[in-house]
Structures are given as structure tokens and as C-alpha cells.
């Protein structure tokens, strides 16, 4: 909820960074919360996100949702399998345009099918760092 807040009180903010994620549970929020939600949502300009620590896709969904004006987004621990929902799920977005993923370790194999996962997006790998450019 102090997200949400602090998003709505700042309605001109243009990047997010945030070290850990814990998103409410919406089946808890008062009526009060959910109206300040709604009007985060629809009066911020936040176009970067950067997240520490991915635990969860449905994050991503939480931020999509709150940021619906989202660009760029960025992560610096996630695991194989937890970008490939993630490439899933922003899919679904409506303006991100790059994804970079900080990634420690990578395989070959994976990075194959990485590539076959997203032929609508062009990959660059930099140091640790997987860009992911979305061809809209």
C-alpha cells in the first residue's frame, strides 16, 4: 500500500527503482486503497522501472498494471525459468519497448532458446546484461 501512495503522491515521477517487491494482496485493500490505486495509475508518468529482485512474473503484471505507461524495464536477478514467463508476460504490455535482465549465469542452450522465444524482439548480450528490444 506504501507504493501505491507514494506513486500517487508523486504523480510526475518518471523512474521507479525498487530493491524488493511485495505486492499487495488487492482481496485485502479497503475500498480507500483500491480508489488509490485506480488514480495512481492514471495520473503517473513513470516510464523506467528497475527492480533488485524479481521473486515473482505476477510483479511484473503488479507493475505493468501500476505503470501502465511503462518503457523500459529492468531486473538484476531472475532466474532461466522465471524470464521466460517474464518474456510471456511482456508480451502483454502496451509500451514497453526494452527489457534488460541482469543475468549471472546463462547457458548456450538457454540462450538459444532465448532467441527462439523471441523472434518479434532483437537480443543483445552486454557483460551480464540480456537487452531485449520489443518490435512493436
Known sequence: NSIIGLIYSLP??????ISYVSIPQFRRLSIKDIDSFCRATTDNNIRN???AKL????????FNHLCPRMEY????VI???KLESL????????YLCVL???MRKISDDFLQKL???????????VGNEIFIKIKH
Open 73 to 76: 524495464l529492468e531486473i538484476d
Open 79 to 81: 532466474s532461466n525459468d
Open 115 to 125: 532467441q527462439t522465444m523471441t523472434k518479434n524482439y532483437s537480443i543483445k548480450w
Open 49 to 51: 522501472v528497475r527492480i
Open 100 to 102: 534488460c535482465v541482469n
Open 12 to 17: 510526475n515521477l518518471h523512474s521507479l527503482s
Open 87 to 94: 518474456i510471456q508476460t511482456i508480451q502483454q504490455t502496451r
Open 55 to 62: 521473486n515473482e512474473v505476477k510483479e511484473i503484471c503488479f
